[in-house]
Antibody, heavy 119, light 109 residues
Framework: QLQLQESGPGLVKPSETLSLTCSVS??????????WGWIRQPPGKGLEWIGN???????NYKPALKSRVTISVDTSKNQFSLKLSSVTAADTAVYYCARRSFQLGWVYWGQGTLVTVSS | EIVMTQSPAILSVSPGERATLSCRAS??????VAWYQQKPGQAPRLLMY???TRATGIPARFSGSGSGTEFTLTISSLQSEDFAVYYCQQYNNWPPEETFGQGTKLEIK
């Protein structure tokens, strides 16, 4: 059974860079046919797609976040990562990593990790 | 950006009754729509993809329909475990962006 686990600091200062890693077990991140992505949810609010990446490294980002977001993949560690720069309080959210197949939805999700932006 | 608009924001229904949730896309997205259920403190769970295909393990009381810009999720006979927040999501091929609706909270009447 595929499992995803987010890790990273739970508190980030304003203007700094948020960095999270998603560790994948029970399957290879190098397998073709899948997208690996990040989705966030501010407290009490809805879901927001941040971006996704293929195992090849090709990525897509939400236009409004594109200038601040980088998603990368490390196939040797079976992990992929999120970096979000110049954070503000509006970036406070539960961040989920997830996997989806082409033409399917996001089937596998991590448990989510709360990241708070505060000084 | 393709905007997904869900209605209503809150739906109050009695157990055993039918619930109908709607989702409208700001432009045609074929059938590239998924539906998710989210309970408090949990990650979302995929219910439907391709607008009308149930994901693995999803009960038959859940059904989806629609194409183009109008989509519907129907729960035929509500069980206690179905009261949750539901999100639609588009994953159209071009532009290669994804967006979620703002959610519909299904509550017990």
């Amino acid at each position: 059974q595929l499992q995803l686990q987010e890790s990273g600091p739970g508190l980030v200062k304003p203007s700094e860079t948020l960095s999270l890693t998603c560790s994948v077990s029970g399957g290879s991140i190098s397998s073709s046919g899948y997208l690996w992505g990040w989705i966030r949810q501010p407290p009490g609010k809805g879901l927001e797609w941040i971006g996704n990446i293929y195992h090849s490294g090709s990525s897509n980002y939400k236009p409004a976040l594109k200038s601040r977001v980088t998603i990368s993949v490390d196939t040797s560690k079976n992990q992929f990562s999120l970096k979000l720069s110049s954070v503000t309080a509006a970036d406070t959210a539960v961040y989920y990593c997830a996997r989806r197949s082409f033409q399917l939805g996001w089937v596998y999700w991590g448990q989510g990790t709360l990241v708070t932006v505060s000084s | 950006e393709i905007v997904m608009t869900q209605s209503p924001a809150i739906l109050s229904v009695s157990p055993g009754e039918r619930a109908t949730l709607s989702c409208r896309a700001s432009q045609s997205i074929s059938s590239n729509v998924a539906w998710y259920q989210q309970k408090p403190g949990q990650a979302p769970r995929l219910l439907m993809y391709g607008a009308s295909t149930r994901a693995t393990g999803i009960p038959a009381r859940f059904s989806g329909s629609g194409s183009g810009t109008e989509f519907t999720l129907t729960i035929s006979s509500l069980q206690s475990e179905d009261f949750a927040v539901y999100y639609c999501q588009q994953y159209n091929n071009w532009p290669p962006e994804e967006t979620f609706g703002q959610g519909t909270k299904l509550e017990i009447k």
